[in-house]
T-cell receptor, first 113, second 118 residues
Framework: AQSVTQLDSQVPVFEEAPVELRCNYSSSVSVYLFWYVQYPNQGLQLLLKYLSGSTLVKGINGFEAEFNKSQTSFHLRKPSVHISDTAEYFCAVSRTSGSRLTFGEGTQLTVNP | DTGVSQNPRHKITKRGQNVTFRCDPISEHNRLYWYRQTLGQGPEFLTYFQNEAQLEKSRLLSDRFSAERPKGSFSTLEIQRTEQGDSAMYLC????????????????FGPGTRLTVL
């Protein structure tokens, strides 16, 4: 079974500052990794995913994440955040491509002016 | 194609009543998933269809919950004898194995149906 831990439930930052949202996973097998964003009263939108290949993955809206197998981590980063990045961010894993997603509890990113 | 749609967006019901939600996936997506999200938590997997076949069900899906996808297109999720603990956002997602130079098996989510049981 897989599990996901998002180490910070809330991350407040100022506009144009860099941000890192941390995600660790636990699995006995190789997994696929995802980051989704959820704006208030909306569904989830895929930011980026890691299936294989380069461990540095670039996504939409200037976000990127790095897969670290030895540390079982998949942290999300953005060098300069905007007010519009304020949202809930979820890290997720799946055992195979297309199988169920197991989500972390989410990190609320709040960007202040 | 406007993405995954879910109806209704909001549902308020009294305890003990039955409710049914509908999900229309992205056209030609053969996989359809249901998740439940309670306040302050990440989504939890409920069940998954490939075409009309229900391939996996979570232990979260009690006997009061039933899901169908009769023609391999839209899906319905029914909750019988609702309880206050059923109050949550019910999310539907779809994906496809068909590739055309793009991503495979990415799950695209709908806006969700928010259920409130009084």
């Amino acid at each position: 079974a897989q599990s996901v831990t998002q180490l910070d439930s809330q991350v407040p930052v100022f506009e144009e500052a860099p941000v890192e949202l941390r995600c660790n996973y636990s699995s006995s097998v190789s997994v696929y990794l995802f980051w989704y964003v959820q704006y208030p009263n909306q569904g989830l939108q895929l930011l980026l995913k890691y299936l294989s290949g380069s461990t540095l993955v670039k996504g939409i809206n200037g976000f990127e994440a790095e897969f670290n197998k030895s540390q079982t981590s998949f942290h999300l980063r953005k060098p300069s955040v905007h007010i519009s990045d304020t949202a809930e961010y979820f890290c997720a894993v799946s055992r195979t491509s297309g199988s169920r997603l197991t989500f972390g509890e989410g990190t609320q990113l709040t960007v202040n002016p | 194609d406007t993405g995954v749609s879910q109806n209704p967006r909001h549902k308020i019901t009294k305890r003990g009543q039955n409710v049914t939600f509908r999900c229309d996936p992205i056209s030609e997506h053969n996989r359809l998933y249901w998740y439940r999200q309670t306040l302050g938590q990440g989504p939890e997997f409920l069940t998954y269809f490939q075409n009309e076949a229900q391939l996996e069900k979570s232990r979260l899906l009690s006997d009061r919950f039933s899901a169908e996808r009769p023609k391999g297109s839209f899906s319905t999720l029914e909750i019988q004898r609702t309880e206050q603990g059923d109050s949550a956002m019910y999310l539907c997602a779809s994906s496809s194995r068909v590739t055309s130079g793009g991503s495979t098996d990415t799950q695209y989510f709908g806006p969700g149906t928010r259920l409130t049981v009084l």
